[in-house]
């Protein structure tokens, strides 16, 4: 569903990203672990069509991104670290407009549905999102994710600043799309997370994909040590 | 797409106490704005009935009276007031209200509503073409300044393109959601302007294709602010630049603009003083005929010509009487002289609204001023045209009085009377305004400006969304 062949991004003499080949099938949940820099914002951007490649290519659901955009964009939803929605708008409201957006005309409540399914208490569908805490703006995103019933689902450190439990809720969510044939791509920081979401996962250090594992292959303990030896940390491990 | 995205911004706007107060604002201007303008043109009515009344009885009820003598007792013009002065007062408080008509002069427009009031009326006065030209792009530039760095500054930009926006439509259902608000406003204050003067007794020459009209020029204005101002804010990234430059937009379009064409018109073609203009038609009137010199030299040469052509050797031979033919042709000897001098002075004012015209390429508040005072009937075009038909007028009664003194009278008999019934067969002052259609047709250039304003606005913010 999501693939990535040679893909590539440099900006001057900055290789922001080098030869990256991946990819996510449906019903798999990878998760690309990095320090800040590595290239694993840019990949996401590079699937999303914000930025062009300058050189590989990357495709979901078979197409490829950059030359079919509209219909790349069609199969995929987006979660940023800070999901921004519109403050002074409901729950209900601001998913009602993002499928709309994303051309999908649903009643009430099928949008009711989605949002009582991502995770969000009744009472708070009606509540401006300025109200908010930022684990609520999460699941109002993976609402805006099942409203579109999207194929591909791109993911930069969603978790990030969250508390355990709503962390924990988060993961729970991804599982549930992951059960529904979602390929899921998580950029994130979070070792135990990932490890814990993760059908795979992959280390990236300055624009490369160093390694990549199967989740149920390796321990939390071994990949963190993994990470950490990727990041040339190896003083610290010594 | 465009209609859920009109809703949401509908809804923000809405749900915004700023701008929530800000509209009650601006309709409360409006209200109190209509409301004295309404009050000031039924007054101003009441005024111009009573005297245009009072002025015709006394010419009515002079008696018998030598006909020349009524001709320097005079009759007055009185300017009406348009009835859609009440939204656009033009220049109106400058132009003057009635004009004495008398013979041998032309005199201008006197008793403006300017010249009755103190120096506090620099000012301004609060009045619905200052609401309608100023407050409501400002209006504009509140509501829409940040309609899309907001989306940049929130980060929603982002997660609206993953959902595959078309920011073509996007741009479309936020251009709506900024024009409905102004749009209705508009509609509503015309409206009770329109209800308002329709129901009035008088209303003299008001009609609701002029209104139509009026409204049109007003929103064409306003859509080509909604598309300056959603233009710089989906080019900047902060919504403070926005504001700034938006507002220095309105400076430049609103204020600095027209005083800038202003003064550039008066510098490049101004008018003559009225001590030069006076002097100047004064050496004009002397290298004619006098009507009251009977020992000039013109005078002799019109007798000459005269006698000869009645085949007569004495002036109390003719079947007229000389003095009242005299007075006419000098009449209209002065009355050619008034229209030279007058036709410079409009040469002077075309040759400005030339340089008005140059200029309404950098301010859209011109053309549409311009076209608003136009059909309002208050700007200076429209005084022009009132001036020129009181001095028709006065030409024609000096006719009536010189063509009665000269048949009902004989050569030297300046002791005759005309009846104390003849003053009310001079047919009364009658002034038709142009029609909407002159109107349009006069305005031709200020509406292919405002055109161009409208479609170069909406080419640039169509060609600038491809690229958000």
């Known amino acids: ?238 | 797409m465009i209609l859920k995205t009109f809703h949401k911004e509908t809804k923000e706007l809405l749900r915004d106490g700023r701008v929530r107060l800000s509209f009650i604002i601006v309709i409360l201007l409006l209200g109190i704005a209509v409301w004295i303008s309404a009050k000031q043109y039924q007054s101003i009515n009441e005024q111009h009935a009573f005297a245009t009344q009072t002025d015709r009885t006394l010419w009515d009820n002079q008696g018998e009276k030598n006909p020349h003598s009524a001709a320097h007792f005079g009759t007055y013009a009185f300017k009406p007031k348009y009835p859609l002065s009440l939204v656009d007062q033009g220049v109106d408080k400058y132009a003057g209200t009635s004009i004495f008509l008398e013979a041998h002069n032309r005199n201008e427009a006197q008793f403006s509503a300017a010249a009755d009031q103190t120096g506090l009326s620099r000012f301004g006065d609060l009045t619905p073409d200052f609401i309608l030209l100023f407050i409501i792009p400002l209006l504009i530039i509140l509501l829409g300044y940040n309609s899309f760095t907001k989306e940049k500054e929130m980060g929603t930009l982002t997660l609206l393109k993953s959902q595959g926006i078309s920011s073509t439509r996007w741009m479309i259902g936020k251009w709506l959601a900024l024009f409905l608000p102004i749009f209705l406003i508009t509609a509503i204050l015309l409206l009770i302007a329109g209800i308002l003067l329709s129901s009035l007794d008088d209303f003299g020459v008001f009609n609701w294709s002029s209104l139509l009209g009026m409204f049109l020029v007003y929103i064409v204005y306003y859509m080509v602010f909604i598309n300056l101002v959603l233009f710089i804010s989906s080019r900047v990234k902060k919504s403070g630049i926005s504001l700034v430059l938006s507002l220095s937009l309105w400076i430049v379009a609103c204020l600095a603009a027209p005083k800038a064409a202003s003064n550039v018109a008066e510098s490049k073609y101004p008018y003559p003083t009225r001590q030069e203009f006076a002097a100047m038609v004064s050496e004009d009137k002397k290298q004619g005929l006098d009507g009251h010199n009977p020992w000039s030299e013109e005078s002799k040469l019109l007798e000459e010509q005269v006698l000869k052509e009645y085949n007569v050797d004495s002036l109390h031979k003719l079947p007229f009487n000389f003095d009242g033919y005299r007075m006419q042709k000098g009449e209209e000897h002065e009355a050619r002289v008034y229209f030279k001098h007058y036709n410079y002075l409009k040469d002077q004012f075309e040759q400005q609204s030339g340089i008005y015209r140059v200029l309404a390429v950098i301010s859209p508040y011109l053309p549409t001023r311009f076209m608003s005072m136009s059909i309002a009937h208050t700007d200076y075009a429209s005084h022009w045209d009132f001036s020129d038909a009181a001095e028709n007028y006065r030409i024609a009664t000096q006719k009536f009085l010189n063509d009665n003194f000269a048949e009902n009278s004989e050569y030297g008999n300046w002791g005759y009377k005309a009846d104390s019934e003849f003053w009310q067969e001079l047919p009364e002052f009658e002034y038709a305004p142009p029609e909407l259609s002159t109107i349009i047709d006069k305005n031709k250039s200020n509406l292919l400006i405002l055109g161009g304003w409208l479609f170069g606005t909406f080419g640039l913010l169509l060609f600038n969304t491809k690229k958000l």
Do not use: W
């Open chain 1, 1 to 238: 569903m999501i693939r990535t062949t040679d893909l590539t991004k440099k900006y001057d003499q900055l290789v922001a990203l080098n030869n990256l080949n991946l990819s996510v099938d449906p019903g798999e949940i990878y998760c690309l672990l990095g320090a800040n820099g590595a290239g694993k914002t840019t990949t996401i951007n590079l699937l999303l069509g914000f930025i062009s490649p300058s050189s590989g290519s990357a495709s979901i659901g078979g197409m490829d991104v950059f030359e079919n955009q509209k219909a790349t964009k069609s199969l995929l939803a987006y979660i940023p670290e800070n999901l921004m929605l519109y403050p002074s708008l409901t729950a209900l409201e601001n998913l009602d407009y993002f499928s709309g957006i994303a051309g999908r005309k649903l009643p009430k409540s099928r949008l009711e549905l989605y949002l009582n399914e991502a995770g969000l208490q009744g009472e708070a569908f009606d509540q401006r999102i300025s109200t908010f805490s930022k684990g609520m703006r999460q699941k109002v995103g993976i609402a805006i994710a099942l409203a579109k019933e999207a194929k591909a689902l791109l993911l930069d450190e969603p978790t990030s600043g969250l508390d355990p439990k709503a962390s924990n809720e988060f993961g729970q969510l991804l599982q549930k799309l992951r059960e529904k044939g979602v390929a899921t791509l998580m950029a994130t920081h979070d070792l135990f997370r990932a490890k814990e979401v993760a059908t795979h996962i992959g280390i990236m250090n300055g624009g490369q994909l160093k390694q990549e594992f199967a989740a149920n292959d390796i321990s939390l303990s071994k990949l963190e040590q993994a990470y950490l030896e990727t990041m040339d940390y190896k003083e610290e491990l010594s």
